[in-house]
């Protein structure tokens, strides 16, 4: 089935600090999602995608929709503790039709360095 | 307005045993999708309903889980037998529609499956 591959599966950051992440999948998705998960709680939407080489920010985030169709990265910038917790990128993939379905890559586990 | 409401949030079990998780959709969302998350996973794609039918049941892992949807709203996720592997969390989530551009699906906050 189609697959995407997240990147970096985990990282610490230091408050102040910028962070990256990315997606990359062999397939074209029609748009792209991220969302952030807290333990104990369903994934939150951050920023979505719908237009190749589209970047989009949400307060300090910053996301971009490869021009491939088959790539996307999210970026944080000046990091706080309250960004430490799970980020998922999702795809979402058209069956025909209009009809789709998001795949969601692995995840990037974000913790404070110790 | 109310988001996506799940229950139980923790359900313990035993081996062999059937359980019934429940989704509550967010009011006038038409699809419905469930989740597997099992830990320090991703989200494992279950099956997912377009009003009360489910046009893709291909996540479904084997043939002793099986999902329902009635008035458009409501959705019960059934595993019979329940083994070990099938531990982990389950997420429910809605999106407005499921066709088109758009596909914001809106997540619940889970319930965490545990099975002895």
């Known amino acids: 089935g189609q697959q995407l591959n997240q990147s970096p599966q985990s990282m610490f950051i230091q408050e102040g600090e910028d962070v990256s992440m990315n997606c990359t999948s062999s397939?074209?998705?029609?748009?792209w999602l991220w969302y952030k998960q807290d333990p104990g709680e369903g994934p939150v939407l951050l920023i979505a995608?719908?237009?190749?080489?589209e970047l989009t920010s949400n307060g300090r985030l910053t996301a971009q929709f490869g021009i491939t169709r088959k790539d996307s990265f999210l970026n944080i910038s000046a990091s706080i503790p309250i960004d430490v917790g799970i980020y998922f990128c999702?795809?979402?993939?058209?069956?025909?039709?209009?009809?789709?379905?998001?795949?969601f890559g692995k995840g990037t586990k974000l913790s404070v360095k110790p | 307005g109310a988001g996506v409401s799940q229950s139980p949030s923790n359900k313990v079990t035993e081996k062999g045993k059937d359980v019934e998780l429940r989704c509550d959709p967010i009011?006038?969302?038409?699809?419905l999708y469930w989740y597997r998350q099992s830990l320090g996973q991703g989200l494992e794609f279950l099956i997912y309903?377009?009003?009360?039918?489910?046009?893709?049941k291909s996540g479904l892992p084997s043939d002793r889980f099986s999902a329902e949807r009635t008035g458009g709203s409501v959705s019960t996720l059934t595993i019979q037998r329940t083994q070990q592997e099938d531990s982990a969390v389950y997420l429910c989530?809605?999106?407005?529609?499921?066709?088109?551009?758009?596909?914001?699906?809106?997540f619940g906050p889970g319930t965490r499956l545990t099975v002895l």
């Open positions: 989530a809605s999106s407005l529609f499921a066709a088109g551009a758009v596909n914001e699906q809106f």
């Open positions: 397939s074209i998705f029609n748009t």
């Open positions: 995608l719908y237009k190749a080489g």
């Open positions: 999702a795809g979402l993939l058209y069956y025909g039709g209009s009809q789709g379905n998001l795949i």
């Open positions: 009011s006038g969302h038409t699809a």
């Open positions: 309903f377009q009003g009360n039918s489910a046009p893709d």
